[in-house]
């Protein structure tokens, strides 16, 4: 079996376990009563026996009850965290960290992957990319902020009251989306994305007839567009992809 292979089937018995076979009554259960909880235990269990089985390496006992231990170290820093989306990336973070590190202890294979990784990330290219995306979420916010500033008193007395930072993280959403579908070559999604949000957000705007909001929201968005399109043509134009 490919070591590539056998790292897919434990990231899938880890998100079966996690999520699928995990009910709610047990997470809420674990939550309550910590390490106390019965569901805890059989949570484990359920890891062990579906990394077991998924995997299919019959030979290998200790792979299941190393994934079992490792997971109950984790699921106990958690159970003693408020539930939070910071603690969740941070569960799920280990998880996935420690599933890496256990495939290549159990499979030295995996050793020529982790090769290739680091080569990759030595790599211009990768750093470019990465560049392109903490560009496109802070700076090119602040930027789009300081060319449209000027209109927010005018505007700021008809506007709704909407989510909290919801426009700021929809027009990060919005950017990595655009960045993303760029450098894959799916212009046609580009345009999708436009106009799915002219559809919903514009749509409510002219119902108002509010025609200052509605510039401002859309000189806004070409802003956005427009600065990420240019930076993702340039990218692809200096990197082969």
Known sequence: MEPISILIRLFVAHFLGDFLLQ?????????????KSKYL??????HGVLVYVVVGEW??????VIVMIIHYLIDVLK?????NIFWFLFDQGLHVVSVFVIWLLFYKQGS?????????????????????????LHPTAIIIYNLTNKWEDEIGK????????AGKWIGKLERVLVLTFI???NFSAVGFLLAAKSIFRFGDLTQKKDRKLTEYVLIGTLLSFGITIII????VKNIEL
């Open 112 to 136: 020529t992957m982790l090769y290739e990784l680091t080569e990759l990330v030595s790599t211009t290219k990768f750093w470019l990319i990465i560049l392109a995306y903490i560009f496109i």
């Open 232 to 235: 993702g043509l340039l990218l």
């Open 158 to 165: 008809t506007e709704g009251k909407g989510l909290k930072n």
């Open 183 to 185: 450098l894959t070559s």
């Open 23 to 35: 009910p709610l009554k047990w997470v809420k259960h674990k939550q309550k009563y910590k390490v």
């Open 59 to 64: 030979t290998k006992f200790l792979l299941p």
């Open 41 to 46: 235990y059989f949570h484990i269990l359920v």
């Open 79 to 83: 159970v003693y965290q408020k539930r």
